[in-house]
């Protein structure tokens, strides 16, 4: 009988087809009968005797004769066992090497969807969908899609699939195939698109150093199956191959019982030690990593910011020009660096309030979920003010404010909320996210504790995704209940502040706020683009240091005026394969350090 006859049935069964793995089924197979004829040279001995140097016998009990079928009874399980082994090696054949998944979006969610993964052996991958579930049946999915893109970083060969012309709130089944076999099945579902069903959305960030809470965290994406995570920037520490990898493994907790993937829609923070992590870890539709995403057919529109990049020019320019047009319901923001941090170990930063949160009061932003901090807060509904009564650039108004929320505690090390405003609603101190139902006439916001739900077992089901599963505990922010709702706004023409913003910045604090030096990237002919903000009218100087802190060069930039700039430099011929540092000074202050590369 041939190899291909004894796989024939195996192959229906497991549904995979084998022409990729012929070379390692026939090491398998060449083992298999080595040990067969080894086992049929078995040779029966004498009572007492057991195994042997010369082959493998049998040990018969004490009261027993030699008979044939005594040695067919001790025999048969040995050859059952050998019967089975090629089957075990077969199906461990069947395991595709991808894996380390993810779900993120390009374009519309309601029909596409992008299919992220680590390929580190194999190739010809590709992905099978359907909307009918086929187990591992490869043959029997309908669809099929190729990769769009692959890009190696942090120390993995990531493969996106980009898929479009999905049907809007529906189940798609997929798998993903490659050389060495396909992976277990799966399944993600495209939101709906209709604006009278509700949303359901988890927001938070910073996992940061703490796996065992993120790994809670995750666990519980995977017991409340939300359309979607917005995710605000700071994944790993250190931004380096090991940590990303670990941060994979441990998103892949956020896989429900059934296989359902949940899609995460990504902010840079400022342990992504660039933009390139997020781009090329999550297949973001925009390099600079600022963008937006519409849902439910005009209920929401999300609009994920980059505080690593500049806030006013190119982004500045986006983010009015979006928020003009945009007729949703509903607008959400997420970013990483809180406006006004509610501790007093972190700085604040002015500028944002005076280039986004002037925007979001004029067009109308809803909610804003901040990160950065490691502290829990929720504001009242707020927007900049310079009138009597306001406060570090903001005054309650519930009519026409914004609610701020956050800021960060998805495992990484936790701050002291010591630093509350006139308009803080509540703050806290826990490991948290945010669990925001978003429906056509309110959203409601639940905190959910994560070390005290972390006993969770119950799923939600997909027909029930908006009743809370036994065991889950909500922060009750100040004795104010543990749902933070928001009403749909009132219409009519805010307020807008005139002029500068009152400071909030406490003495000593930097215009930079990231914990680690951006990195600046010089091209071919040593040009490169630095952004800083000045705080005042000024000439700002920049200078460039080699390792020791020796001056390398330096250039007085013609007089600005407050605000933020993008500046093109020349530089010299300066070593490279050498960190170096570059320091921007202006109106009598740091406004940046950057390490040149």
Known sequence: MSVLAILSPLKL??????????????????????????????????????????????????????????VACILRPRLMLLLFLPVFLYSLSLDASTRR???????????????????????????????????????????????SRQVNHAGMRNVFVRIKGLQPGTIYYFLVVDSDGASQRMLFETPHNTPDKPLSII????????????QSANRLVSKLK??????????????????????????????????????????????????ASIYNLFDVPNPDVYYALSFAGGLLRTYTLNTLFPPGGDQLDWLENDLSRSKSSW???????????????????????????????????????????????????????????????????????????????????????????????????????????VGLRQIQIRTVDIDRSSYVVNEV????????????????????????????????????????????????????????????????QNRLRVNFQMPAAGSPTVLVFNSQMRLLWQKTLSVRGPGPYSENLQLPSLPRGERLQMVVKGAGRVLGKFEVR
């Open 461 to 524: 089901d997909y027909l029930a995704r908006f009743k809370s599963p036994a065991g889950m505990y909500y922060w009750d922010a100040d004795n104010g209940g543990d749902v933070l709702r928001i009403q749909r706004r009132a219409a009519g023409t805010p307020p807008v502040a005139q002029g500068p913003l009152p400071a909030g910045r406490r003495p000593g604090a930097s215009m930079q706020s990231a914990d680690k030096k951006p990195i600046l990237s010089r091209d071919a």
């Open 331 to 437: 607008k959400i923001a997420q970013y990483h660096h809180s406006m006004r941090p509610h501790t007093s170990a972190k700085p604040e930063r002015d500028e944002l309030i005076t280039l986004w949160a002037t925007r979001f009061t004029k067009y109308g932003m809803n909610l804003v979920c901040e990160s950065d901090v490691h502290t829990v807060k929720q504001t009242w509904p707020i927007r900049p003010s310079r009138e009597l009564g306001a406060s570090q650039g903001f005054i309650r108004d519930d009519r026409y404010g914004t609610v701020y929320v956050g800021e960060g505690c998805w495992g990484a090390p936790l701050r002291a909320n010591d630093d509350n405003k006139p308009w803080t609603r509540a703050s806290g101190r826990f490991n948290q996210f945010k669990w925001l139902w």
């Open 203 to 214: 927001a938070g960030g910073d996992s940061r150093n703490n796996r065992d809470v993120a």
């Open 13 to 70: 069964l497991v549904g995979y087809d084998f022409p990729a793995i012929k070379r390692v089924w026939f090491m398998h197979i060449t083992n298999w009968f080595f040990h067969a004829v080894q086992f049929f040279r078995a040779r029966p001995q004498v009572q007492g005797e057991g195994i042997g140097k010369q082959g493998i016998g049998v040990k018969l009990p004490l009261d027993q004769t030699l008979r044939p079928q005594n």
């Open 101 to 147: 998944y993810r779900l993120t979006w390009r374009e519309d969610p309601a029909t596409s969807m992008v299919i992220g993964f680590e390929q580190p052996t194999g190739s010809s991958v590709k992905v099978v969908y359907d909307t009918q579930d086929h187990g591992r049946a490869t043959e029997k999915y309908r669809f099929t899609a190729s990769p």
């Open 226 to 275: 939300p359309h979607f995570v917005l995710f605000g920037g700071d994944m790993t520490n250190g931004d380096t191959a090991a940590e990303w990898q670990d941060w994979f493994d441990d998103w892949q907790l956020t896989i429900s019982s059934d296989g359902r993937l949940t899609p995460i829609v990504p902010a840079r923070g400022n342990h992504e030690r660039s933009n």
